[in-house]
């Protein structure tokens, strides 16, 4: 019994110990990172964003940022660990070690007149006769008499002095560190272990196996729907439009369970009355385009008016019920319009290329969304092929501003950012009226958007040129520079309502064939994972191609502070076309800013197969080389696009000049001789 009630009250013991393994090491590494975090503003501090409140670290918003799941199940853990070592200390004092010296008051080694000297005091004051309290008779009969026999025995009495225990040596026992109910097997203590077997070890990893299942049956490792894939694969087309891919966009599963409400049919009324012009409805047939429109699936009809609401910025007069929907779409939006970008450059042809024109729509999409900036904005006006799209982003600027500050020749947007502080404070004060502060708020703003420029190169790893079949490594330096000396940074948005990340994606696409021959997701917001992707990417390369320990070290340095001066690494494999030449552009996309995409363009020479080996195999055995197949040349970034944005806007006409000019390019498809691009068309759909 005795032993029982040791090992039980060892069980707190054993708790606090193995949970202070990991627990103690976890909390010192996160304090430790907390205290090495800098304190960088990395978002926009204008009026209107601070205006917006997404930004304001209030009381709440500090709680919230604080109680996230980890920090919480932090102090809980550390919360029972302090009960448990208070519980331990109260056990402690209550447990006492009987020893019969401490007990008399006597010190080791005491004579025998001593001990019956103490003895006879405690008697005097615990004895039965002369103390009627109960618990002093429980302490004279348990502790005093058991003391005094075990010392006044001489046997006892050594064995106490030479092994610790009155009865002698004592043998080695073991026990389980368990609380004594679940020791007792017997009677209902029986059940209850049984219960907690049962449900420790059966049942609680079968639910959360159940709920994992569950979930991942229904969600992808994006947080994205499996039907919404599907559905955005399935409607996915060659030669969308940034104008038709809202009509891909809305199709998601996740709008598709929004709630539907009768006391939303006023309100979204009123709205379509105010965003009808941006919907592509054709004016000649107004009403039967209107019947149309309403008779689309409710849902579709409330998530189509909402983002509209949010690009026409006409979500102030939202009814709370109606807004609350509002805020569900933006917050879906951004991880929706990601992976609409992904089916978008999904391998579809033969050649396994995806498709220029619906992922360049996607990403003007994303870029008016965030920045609320209508659709119809971005139509070429005059020399600038963004429109007047790139000036509404700016604080305090509306069309009536922008065609204020044109007719003073600032036509296009880079016109704008390319002036010198006083000529932008001169055309903003005296043109547009603004006053300093506003002014001294576009500047920021200017400062935050970022320039990027884009080195690339195609090769052949281990060879001179590109062969047919060849595997072609793509090797790109993205390099991100800002006026305000951030590299990640939160843009400029003080209409989206929630924190969004700078991403761009980088397509290295043919534009004649609307072709995407590479594709990647870029972030410069993670620069520790980015020196760590690089290094491997770097290390690996520099090893395959045969290279000293010292080269590899030396390369690895150089992309390390390449990185940290504000450059991304994107590095992929593609399969070499046919013999030809191409003429390829290189698209850096950002999905949040309007009028900061770079595009570079790439002269690619594929030559005949010569070298030994099997045509589209892995690997090339080397051979003689007939010349280099690469060359980079930079060209004008204005010839090429006015093309492109010409079409997102008529897609009818783009694909009549598609047919008649370009000839074997359509429908995302390189067309071969003795094929039309009709079949090929209708085949990859």
Known sequence: MAASEENSALFPIFIITIMAIPLVPYTVMKLCRAASKKSKIIHCNCSECL???????????????????????????????????????????EIQVFDPFVILGLEPGASDSEIKK??????????????????????????????YQALT??????????????????????????????????????????????????????????????RSAKYTGNYVMHQTLSAYYYFMKPSLASS????????????????????????????????????????????????????????????????????????????????????????????????????????????????????????????CIIQAVPLSARKATGGSTEGIAPFLQLPHFTESVVKK????????????????????????????????AEVQDVEMVLEMMPSVTVEVRCETEGEEGIQEGDIVTVHAWITLKRANGLVGALPHAPSFPFHKEENFWFLLADAASNDV??????????????????????????????????????????????????????????????????????????????????????????????RAGTRGGLVSEEGPIAEDGIEEEEENEEEEYDDDYESEYSEDEEDEKDTKKKGPAANGKVQKKGSSSESSGSDEE
């Not at 003895?119 to 008499?145: C, G, M, W």
């Not at 044109?406 to 036509?411: I, L």
Request: hydrophobic fraction near 40%; charged fraction near 25%; include cysteine.
């Open 51 to 93: 205006r917006s409140g997404k930004y304001r670290k209030s009381i709440f918003k500090r709680i919230s940022k604080f109680s996230t799941c980890s920090n919480l199940t932090l102090i809980l853990l550390w919360v029972v660990m302090i009960f448990l070592v208070s519980y331990i200390k109260n056990m402690s004092r």
């Open 118 to 147: 103490n003895y006879r005091r405690l008697s005097i004051q615990y004895h039965p006769d002369k103390n009627p309290d109960p618990e002093a008779n429980k302490y004279f009969v348990e502790f005093i008499t058991k003391a």
């Open 153 to 214: 025995d001489p046997i006892s009495r050594e064995n106490y002095e030479k092994y610790g225990h009155p009865d002698g040596r004592q043998g080695f026992k073991m026990g389980i560190a368990l609380p004594q109910f679940l020791l007792d097997i017997d009677g209902a203590s029986g059940g209850i272990l049984l219960l907690w077997i049962v449900g420790v070890c059966i049942l609680l990893p079968l639910v959360i196996a159940v709920i994992y299942l569950s």
């Open 244 to 367: 038709k891919v809202m009509e891909v966009f809305i199709k998601a599963a996740e709008y598709m369970e929004s709630p539907i409400r009768r006391t939303d049919n006023e309100p979204l009324q009123k709205l379509f009355i105010s965003v009808r012009s941006e919907l592509n409805l054709d004016l000649k047939n107004i009403k039967q385009e209107q019947a149309k429109f309403w008779k689309q699936h409710p849902a579709l009809v409330k998530t189509e008016l909402l983002i509209q609401a949010q690009l026409t910025r006409e979500s102030a007069d939202l009814p709370p019920a109606l807004l609350g929907d509002f805020r569900r779409v933006l917050e879906l939006a951004p991880r929706l319009l990601e992976e609409l970008m992904k089916m978008a450059v999904i391998p579809r042809t033969s050649q396994g290329h995806g498709w220029l024109r619906p992922a360049t729509g996607v990403v003007e999409l994303s870029q």
């Open 405 to 436: 500050i044109s007719r003073k020749k600032v036509r296009t947007f880079e016109d704008f950012h390319d002036m010198t502080l006083q000529e932008r404070a001169e055309v903003l004060q005296q043109v547009a009226g603004f006053s300093s």
């Open 517 to 610: 021959w590479f594709s990647q997701k870029v972030n410069f917001m993670d620069e520790a994972a980015a020196i760590t992707g690089a290094s491997k990417t770097i290390e690996d390369t520099m090893e395959g191609s045969g290279a000293s320990v010292r080269e590899t070290s030396a390369a690895v340095r150089e992309a390390v502070e390449k990185v940290r001066g504000g450059s991304r690494l994107v590095m992929g494999k593609l399969p070499a076309p046919a013999e030809g030449n191409y003429n390829l552009t290189c698209y850096c996309l950002c999905d949040s800013w309007i009028g900061c995409d770079k595009k570079t363009s790439l002269k690619v020479k594929v030559l005949k197969r010569t």
